[in-house]
């Protein structure tokens, strides 16, 4: 199966819900007034794409229609589309590690599926002949560091790992030793779960990055965010929150298989100006992949 297939088949639930809501707007088509453009935002927002993203889609769909005469059906829903992709298709979506070593920063809150993403982004650098380290800076939690041994065994990485409860900065530390000593091409660098009211953990946080701009100075650097699709609108406050403490430069949107609110994701990226870097569709190892604007939208209508 190829991924645009695992995407759509990934994203079901979404299209039957999203295009459900969109197709019974466009079930009544008549011609293209106020009325039919003012149903369409409705349905946007009980989409979970939220009150000021959908606004500005009926906005600039509005604009496009009268400055190219779009009266037919079928244009309007293929402008729609496009209004959509241009969200979404922000430059610097794919991962830049340009130096050797480069490395990639991941944070997000409990059960997002960090340790799983890292796995799967480890996997993938290894399939395309990369040396990858892994860092379980996560001490707080002793099933995290074994969960991504198992990972990393499974992508073919190397993992630097210490004991529960000591400070994740040194295991960080002791990752960009091995990374230099290996010739790794990129170090991956899992944390703790934060919750973005815990105080300490962002200072956790802010200590592993200075450590990294120390020690790494020249190195390309990633810091990607991971959302749980199931969260809908709740991730745009998660963002804001994250952005605040750190420069994140992507995001990694994964179980969008279990939701019907991948929607969400045009209202995330169009509200935090960042891209969305990797998107993940099932449990497998090879189950993420880099973000396709165009594909994502059209899985979804």
């Known amino acids: 199966m190829g991924f645009f297939d695992k995407l759509k088949q990934g994203l079901n639930k979404t299209k039957t819900s999203f295009g459900e809501k969109i197709n019974s707007v466009f079930s009544n088509f008549r011609k293209v007034d106020e009325e039919f453009l003012e149903e369409l935002e409705e349905m946007l927002i009980l989409s979970d794409i939220g009150i000021e993203t959908s606004t500005k889609i009926i906005e600039n769909l509005r604009n496009r229609i009268k400055k190219e005469k779009i009266e037919d059906e079928e244009q309007v829903k293929q402008a729609l589309r496009e209004e959509m992709m241009q969200i979404l298709d922000l430059e610097n979506k794919s991962l830049k590690l340009d130096t050797k070593p480069s490395v990639i ?5 409990n059960g997002v599926g960090k340790t799983t993403s890292i796995g799967k982004i480890a996997a993938k650098l290894t399939r395309e002949g990369k040396k990858v380290v892994v860092a379980a800076a996560d001490t707080f939690r002793a099933a995290a560091v074994e969960q991504l041994e198992i990972w990393a065994k499974r992508s073919g990485a190397e993992i630097v790992k210490r004991e529960e409860g000591v400070d994740p900065a040194s295991v960080v530390y002791d990752a960009i030793a091995k990374t230099n ?24 946080l802010n200590k592993i990055q200075k450590v990294i701009n120390k020690e790494m100075p020249e190195a390309s650097k990633e810091v990607l965010l991971v959302i749980d ?12 929150a994250f952005k605040q403490e750190a420069d994140i430069t992507g995001l990694v949107l994964t179980k969008l298989d279990g939701t019907a ?16 870097k990797f998107i993940g569709v099932g449990e497998q190892i090879d189950d993420m992949e880099v973000f396709n604007a165009e594909d994502f939208v059209k899985a979804i209508i």
Do not use: F, W
Not at 105 to 109: D, E, I
Not at 191 to 196: E, I, K, P, Q, V
Not at 261 to 276: D, F, L, R, T
């Open 105 to 109: 920063l991941v944070v997000g809150v």
């Open 261 to 276: 609110k991948g929607g969400a994701v045009i209202g995330i990226v169009q509200e935090n100006q960042i891209p969305v």
């Open 181 to 204: 000593e290996i010739g790794a091409d990129v170090l991956i660098c899992d944390t703790a779960g934060r919750l973005h009211n815990k105080k300490y953990l962002m200072d956790e």
């Open 229 to 240: 699709g199931t969260t809908g609108q709740n991730a745009i406050s998660q963002v804001k």
